[in-house]
């Protein structure tokens, strides 16, 4: 297993690459598991009451200008120096090597015009091969319960702003939205999550997940994470239907190749039949 990667200090020049991933085939399962969008339908106690005071100016976008990164590096930082999953840092910003990774996305969800959290997409196939970030620390549980020669993507980074007013559960569930679109996009077989040992239950209740190892010490990171992943051909019209707002149609996939832009159509439609 190779060396950990070392947080890196990012620079103005340092913007990764615009587009990611290993393939541009359409997902072969979206007509057997997309579903309506809207507010209504069965989540889950928790997730409905975190959905309920939703603000529909929520957006998303695959982060390209230097603006963007920054924000991305700052909220970043915030979050993890938050928990003392960091160390201070002069420059306020975390960055990893895999930001410029050619399989990885990154998103910045906004409010308002307001970051309020961000996350980051890896991909890998057996087709294109890549380094996932948590290859570093399970790469040995990766093999095991997943096999190397499926479509894996991995969520990492993915925080909240710790200072936002708004419903923690709420911005991770549109976070989640942008995994969800590239597990689509992708015909993945496998969602991958590195998780703090306090939000294993909460990964199992909402999004299905299952625990894939023991706490490991992940790169770059001060406390341990553990290995749950998500089967999503198996899940993912369930996921949907449980949780609206994750689901994906081939209009947000195209509009996805087409902008960087993750939609939320549901909570569009929610406030126009408000407004009406």
């Not at 840092?89 to 050619?102: C, E, K, M, N, V």
């Not at 380094?131 to 570093?136: K, Y």
């Not at 942008?178 to 993945?188: G, S």
Request: hydrophobic share 40%.
């Amino acid at each position: 297993m190779r060396q950990p990667d070392r947080p890196v200090r990012a620079t103005a020049r340092d913007s990764p690459p615009l587009r990611v991933g290993t393939t541009g085939a359409k997902s072969r399962i979206l007509g057997t598991m997309t579903t309506t969008l809207g507010t209504s339908g069965y989540i889950g106690a928790s997730a409905s009451a975190s959905l309920a005071g939703m603000n529909p100016a929520f957006e998303m976008r695959r982060v390209a200008s230097r603006d963007d990164w920054a924000r991305v590096r700052s909220l970043r930082y915030e979050a993890l120096r938050s928990r003392d999953d960091i160390a201070e840092d002069t420059d306020r910003a975390y960055a990893d090597s895999h930001d410029i990774a050619l399989n990885t996305s990154t998103f910045l969800l906004t409010r308002n015009g307001r970051p309020l959290g961000t996350t980051r997409a890896s991909v890998s196939s057996a087709a294109r091969r890549w380094a996932l970030p948590a290859m570093e620390a399970f790469g040995r549980e990766i093999e095991a319960s997943v096999g190397l020669e499926s479509t894996i993507v991995e969520a990492s980074l993915m925080v909240v702003d710790p200072a936002t007013s708004a419903d923690p559960k709420t911005v991770l569930f549109h976070l989640f939205k942008a995994h969800m679109l590239q597990c689509a996009a992708e015909n993945a077989d496998w969602l991958l999550v590195g998780v703090r040992d306090s939000q294993i239950g909460f990964y199992r209740r909402m999004f299905n997940m299952e625990i894939l190892s023991g706490a490991e010490k992940y790169p770059g990171i001060a406390s341990p994470r553990v290995l749950m992943g998500l089967e999503y051909r198996e899940q993912a019209a369930l996921l949907f239907k449980r949780i609206p707002v994750l689901a994906v149609t081939g209009a947000d996939e195209m509009e996805f190749a087409a902008s960087g832009v993750v939609s939320f159509p549901g909570e569009r439609r929610a406030l126009r039949q408000e407004a009406a």
